[in-house]
Nanobody, 122 residues
Framework: QVQLVESGGGLVQAGGSLRLSCAAS?????????IAWFRQAPGQDREFVAA????????YNAESVKGRFTISRDNAKKTVYLQMNNLSPEDTGVYYC??????????????WGQGTQVTVSS
């Protein structure tokens, strides 16, 4: 089993910043996993935000967050981070961490966390 626990969400004003964390655990967790962040706004599909390969050398970002969000990981701590700067109300949603997968589709990942709420006020 693999457990993913997100934290760091909250309420922030437009233009502000937040840093989300995704802590991984479990006997079968493999540090070679690609880890991704997705988000889901009310009434909308879950969408890809960013992903990072096991070595941290390859990262992928959705066009909507390029230049504003940065994904990173600390394999020793089994934690992946999402630094979010210059937030806008359009970034509001529940942010989910996903592991053991590939690509930018929800079906591409095998493990998911419970999510953390991010709300950006205008």
């Amino acid at each position: 089993q693999v457990q993913l626990v997100e934290s760091g969400g909250g309420l922030v004003q437009a233009g502000g910043s937040l840093r989300l964390s995704c802590a991984a655990s479990g006997r079968t967790f493999n540090f070679l996993y690609t880890i991704a962040w997705f988000r889901q706004a009310p009434g909308q599909d879950r969408e890809f935000v960013a992903a990072i390969k096991w070595d941290g050398g390859s990262t992928y970002n959705a066009e909507s967050v390029k230049g504003r969000f940065t994904i990173s990981r600390d394999n020793a701590k089994k934690t992946v981070y999402l630094q979010m700067n210059n937030l806008s109300p359009e970034d509001t949603g529940v942010y989910y961490c996903a592991a053991d997968g590939t690509g930018s589709t929800r079906s591409g990942y095998n493990y998911w966390g419970q999510g953390t709420q991010v709300t950006v006020s205008s």
